[in-house]
């Protein structure tokens, strides 16, 4: 095609020419899709593209095509559901060229779903925590010179770049890596001098809490805003006895705590104040980035999360004399050759987790583009299904839109979370009920204080209704279009699945 470019981007009329559409169904689209396509524009006004731009709108296009989607007004409905123009569908191909095209198989009819006996949407299981891999030969040639260089792990250069790279990323003065976040939060809370009592969300993973009784401190559960799904500020307050010592808020998916009030506390009752950030890299909390709050935050990098180095963790802190602590304590408590002056434990990073980390990191940008076209996807395609809710981020921050966690309202859809998570499941989608049932519920917590749940409301009610859904890099628009349109199909017809449902007791059905 011979297009003219302008400083490498491409005017309006190559766009329509590329992509075989009008100018008019480009303004469209890009009306639409406003959050996710914004064209630059040259100096007399006119709207410029480069290949990116170009990327998303061929993305746009091939989800459009296919004939059971159509704009109508503003919205994308599934032309099926009005009952009209049934014919039998095939999957369109997947953009990617190096990629072998998934097995997808619509479903047209509520009794295609597999849950009635019909053939699971996804020949292979699409999991909830896929990994975010950056350049393969980049990692592969830094793994070959580790090998080459015989320096394995023990705080080596690569570790060191590493947490340099992190520290500048976020802008903070120390970072600690280690081998994953549960030792993290287990130095962090050793070297804080936590002890007695410490204020605890049960909503989160349960290696937060782990890490506390672990070392024998108690946990004091407390309930979560039921809009921002992060420790209640008020809700601490009340918690906070002649015995507490501390307070660990959870940026939970990514979406900080109320950061600001939970200071003032910690500073008003001396307190010690501690982030589990494990999701929250490269999330910010009015307009700065996590990693520079409290005393100190932790960061995971398993493989499950945003930015992975396999297994993985970090401790960030401005604090120089807590760094130097954290620091010790990653390596047994020795500060030279034969010299142990503190008590401290094996929590070092090796090199191959760092190249890793490393290569993840000069694909950060990527992640997040690729996480925000899930998120913008999900949200556009579970838009307007009753009872169905996509907890939305803040798009005021910057957010590494790593989970895409959805509500569901039994009322409204007809069906529960744990009806809806088996009805995925048989379909070959993995979504999780993450942080079911809450850590008050799981044990020893569970038998240590078994009225913990009567002051956990929020906690209690969100454990039930949430479910989280797959996205990240391999995550394919295809795959969302398709989740959506099994959860449509099935609140649609959630009277008939309840005969289905009845019959066989959800929860025993989830995997
Ligand atoms: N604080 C919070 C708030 C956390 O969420 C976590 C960890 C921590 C602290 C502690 O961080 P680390 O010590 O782990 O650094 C997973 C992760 O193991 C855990 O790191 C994570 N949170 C938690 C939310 O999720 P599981 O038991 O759900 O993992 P698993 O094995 O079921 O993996 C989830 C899915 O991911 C699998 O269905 C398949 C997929 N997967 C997983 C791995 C490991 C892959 O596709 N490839 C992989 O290599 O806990």
Known sequence: MDTSRENGFLKVKDVCAILNITPHTLRYWEKEFSEFLRPHRSTGGHRLYDDHQIRRLLEIKHLLKDRYFSIKGAKIYLQHDSGRGRRSIQSSPDPEPNKSTPIRREKQRWYDLAILGGVPAFEK?????????????????????????????????????????????????????????????????????????????????????????????????????????????????????????????????????????????????????LFDAAHALYTSYKGRLVGQFGDAEIFSFHATKFLNTFEGGAIATNDDSLAAKVRLMRNFGFAGKDHVIYIGTNGKMNEMAAAMGITSLESLQHFVDINYRNYTWYRKLLDGIPGIRLIPYDEREINNYQYIVVEVDPERAGLNRDQLVALLERENVLARRYFYPGVHRMEPYRTLFPDAGLQLPVTEALVERVMTLPTGTAVHPEDIRLIAQIIRLAVRHSKQLTVKFNQLNAEKMIA
């Open 125 to 273: 299981p699409l999991h909830v925590g896929m990994p975010n891999i950056g350049d393969q030969d980049r990692f592969l040639k830094q793994a070959a010179e580790i090998l080459q260089q015989r320096r394995l792990t023990n705080n080596g250069p690569l570790v060191q770049r590493f947490e340099e790279e992190i520290a500048r990323l976020i802008g903070v003065k120390h970072v600690v890596a280690t081998c994953n976040a549960t030792v993290a939060l287990e130095i962090a809370i050793r070297a804080l001098d936590l002890s007695g009592e410490v204020i605890v969300p049960s909503m989160t993973f349960v290696a937060t809490v782990h890490a506390l009784w672990w070392q024998q401190i108690q946990p004091v559960f407390c309930d979560v805003n039921p809009h921002t799904y992060t420790l209640d500020p008020s809700c601490v307050v009340r918690k906070i006895t002649s015995r507490t010592t501390g307070i660990i808020g959870v940026h939970l998916w990514g979406r900080p705590c109320a950061v600001d009030a939970l200071e003032e506390i910690a500073r008003h009752y001396r307190l010690k104040l």
